[in-house]
């Protein structure tokens, strides 16, 4: 009798993956470390909130087991603070343990933005962007061409040449000369050098809506990824408000707004200095912000300062530095967190004069656009 076997799927109901007491937390923790810029003490506010209205934690494993746990595998460390005040009796005196988050705390925000943001990325061995030219690089193209005097000989390719001895030269005897010789193609790739602006003014946590953290989630998974996936480029970081400065990676956790009106001439005349000092040919600004240009800081000093509408005298400063910045060959992209009509219509000329893209966005798909952007560094013109 023949046998028949059933084929077809199985459902069964969702069980959730099998994960112990601390790591349930700890994927909460690490969102909660981020919107709070760091502050281990208002995250841990915030988790004992979230544990009495949603019972995060049982009898045996509380919130205090789970900052021992943070404390034993290295993610805090704890500092005693001199300074505390207080009459010896109870929180906040003198003396009292105060927790800080660890070089390996930040390190695990930037791999936890990246997986979230970008997803789950395969490391590259070489790390670098293809360009459309072959000629002497490091990824192959599975094409084949006869050997060139100069062709280094790990490029040559054995298999394909012992093939061509046989054909040429017959199986009986075997001879290999130069013209039996074959290397394959590979493809040039690009080292990329990329100044990250962050608009840090107050705007960015105004009208009920948080801005920065999903600006500074982007900072540090393009952080992870370029130091991961692409050792060779260049990530500089920098923050713009009333004035200009760079930050480093390990400060993208703490990164909070300011109340700072937005100067983007000084932003943009910081990347560009960093970028002169590169030795890659390629460059590129990348500029997350949401308001319009409203402050400049004169030669004197002095700072020039109009919130009302788009002040002519700034927004030609802009123009300016959009023009400088194209005849140094250093596009920038505008990631535009703003609806307003009168806000596009100065991005789509602040992208014209440069000749560089924008993208007008809310904060759901930022980060993944932006990967995308530097994955494929097409330079093409913006019309408005």
Known sequence: MKDITRKGFVFDSYEAPDQSPFDKLFEIFKELITHTSGDFDEAID?????????????????????????????????????????????????GDPKYNITAKTEQMIRKHALNQIFGKLKRSGSGNHRTPFTGRGDEHTGDFREYRFGDPLERISMTESMRNAQVNHGIGSFMLNEDDLVVEETHLKAQMSTVLMIDI???????????????????????????????????????????????????????????????????????????????????????????????LREPNGEYYMN????????????????????KLHIPITTFMIARDPYLMQFIRHFTEANRGKAFFTGLEGLGEMIFEDYENNRKRRIRG
């Open 46 to 94: 915030w988790l004992r909130e979230l544990d009495k209205e949603y019972e995060l934690t049982t009898d045996d494993y509380t919130i205090d087991d789970f900052i021992e746990d943070l404390k034993n595998k290295g993610y805090i460390r704890e500092e005693i603070d001199p300074d505390g005040s207080g009459d010896g009796e109870g929180e906040g005196t003198a």
């Open 201 to 295: 003014s107050h705007s960015m946590i105004l009208y009920g809506e948080d801005r920065i953290t999903p600006a500074k989630k982007v900072a540090m998974a393009l952080a992870e990824l370029i130091t991961t996936r692409y050792p060779k480029d260049t990530l500089d970081i920098l923050v713009f408000g009333n004035d200009a400065w760079p930050i480093a990676i390990k400060d993208l956790p703490y990164l909070k707004v300011g109340p700072y009106h937005t100067n983007t001439v000084a932003g943009l005349q910081l990347a560009m200095d960093m970028l002169r000092r590169k030795k890659n040919t390629n460059k590129q600004i990348f500029m997350i912000t949401d308001g319009k240009p409203s402050c």
């Open 307 to 326: 919130s009302m509408g788009l002040d002519p005298y700034i927004v030609d400063k802009c123009y300016q530095m959009a023009r400088q910045a194209r």
